[in-house]
Nanobody, 119 residues
Framework: QVHLVESGGGLVQAGGSLRLSCAASGLSLSSSVMAWFRQAPGKERELLAVKAWTDGSTHVLGSVRGRFTIDGDSAESTVYLQMNSLKPEDTAVYYC????????????WGQGTQVTVSS
């Protein structure tokens, strides 16, 4: 059974940084893709960044590109989201997700970690 456990959220002042971690268990990394999403109150869940263990590629989407980066440690089965220059509008619950590389839908989700950015 696959489990994803996020950590690293918290309260930070605008302009600060946080590093989120997502530890995966029960996942076949070599055939998996992992990602970070966020959801702010009253808004839809937003895809932020993707790490494809299948080919090692990473992708950061436009809304946070230049401020957020994604990387991973295969030995620890962990994906990280480094968030710099945080803004109050980055306040949200951040979720880790995983799927088989060939699938469209995200099969597995973590419980989420709250990030609050104060102005």
């Amino acid at each position: 059974q696959v489990h994803l456990v996020e950590s690293g959220g918290g309260l930070v002042q605008a302009g600060g940084s946080l590093r989120l971690s997502c530890a995966a268990s029960g996942l076949s990394l070599s055939s998996s893709v992992m990602a970070w999403f966020r959801q702010a109150p009253g808004k839809e869940r937003e895809l932020l960044a993707v790490k494809a263990w299948t080919d090692g590629s990473t992708h950061v989407l436009g809304s946070v590109r230049g401020r957020f980066t994604i990387d991973g440690d295969s030995a620890e089965s962990t994906v990280y989201l480094q968030m710099n220059s945080l803004k109050p509008e980055d306040t949200a619950v951040y979720y880790c997700a995983a799927k088989s590389g060939v699938k469209h839908d995200w099969d597995y989700w973590g419980q989420g970690t709250q990030v609050t950015v104060s102005s």
